[in-house]
């Protein structure tokens, strides 16, 4: 972080001492710090989620459960785990003594928990589309157009199984609209977790940040 706000440092006192308005768009590489150190584990487990609402011939807790594994895989130079918890209300997540006695034999590790819905809605609407006539520009019909939309819901907990606390929590809610009426919900939820992964290890794996700077010259 220190390098970083040096060099933010100098291409502001860069643009103070300049008065000229030649200047060149600069790309740097901004380090990122991680909420959350998993190297401080030995493995990750992933229990199951609470799910809040049923998505008919979709097991959500299922599909979560697979791609967090197979991501954090490529990630995790430890073990990755997943783990049967029960899990009926959302003040579970609260309950410290609750995650300390499933973690009786997790000492070193990390528990991989939430909630989440995922849900399918048929969207209608009247559109209007101008009719290709050349002798009536401004003629136009109306149609009735369908769209499919998708909305995934995630409260995603970290939780450390020696104290039962929270150590990192996270709300994300990603949607999608398609105009293929026949779209499934697999390759949508694929689509909306996507975006969850991006934000979710952003913060624990804090990459480097592409940011653009402004370099002034007399």
Known sequence: ????KFVLLLSFLVLLSCSSSYYWKMRIEIPGEPILKLDDFKEIVITDFLITKETKNFDLNKEIVDYFTSELRNEFEGKISSKKIP??????????????AQGEDLKEALLV??????TEEVRKAILERRKDR???????????????????????????????????????????????PKQ????AF???????????????????????RYLISK
């Not at 899990?87 to 300390?100: A, H, N």
């Not at 928990?113 to 995922?118: D, K, M, N, R």
């Not at 401004?138 to 819901?153: H, I, N, P, V």
């Not at 499934?184 to 390759?187: K, N, V």
Request: aromatic residues 16%.
């Open 184 to 187: 499934t919900a697999h390759f």
């Open 87 to 100: 899990l009926e209300k959302e003040d579970v997540f609260k309950d410290e003594e609750f995650w300390k």
């Open 1 to 4: 972080m220190g390098k970083a």
């Open 134 to 180: 050349v002798d009536d520009p401004f003629q136009s019909k109306r149609g009735l157009a369908e769209r499919r939309f998708y909305t995934f819901l995630l409260d995603l907990y970290l939780i450390d199984p020696k104290t039962g606390k929270t150590l990192y929590k996270r709300n994300f809610k990603e949607s999608q609209g398609y105009k293929n």
């Open 190 to 212: 694929f689509d909306l977790i996507q975006r969850v992964k991006a934000k979710f290890f952003q913060n624990i794996l804090a990459g480097a940040k592409i940011q653009e």
């Open 113 to 118: 928990s939430g909630s989440a819905q995922y």
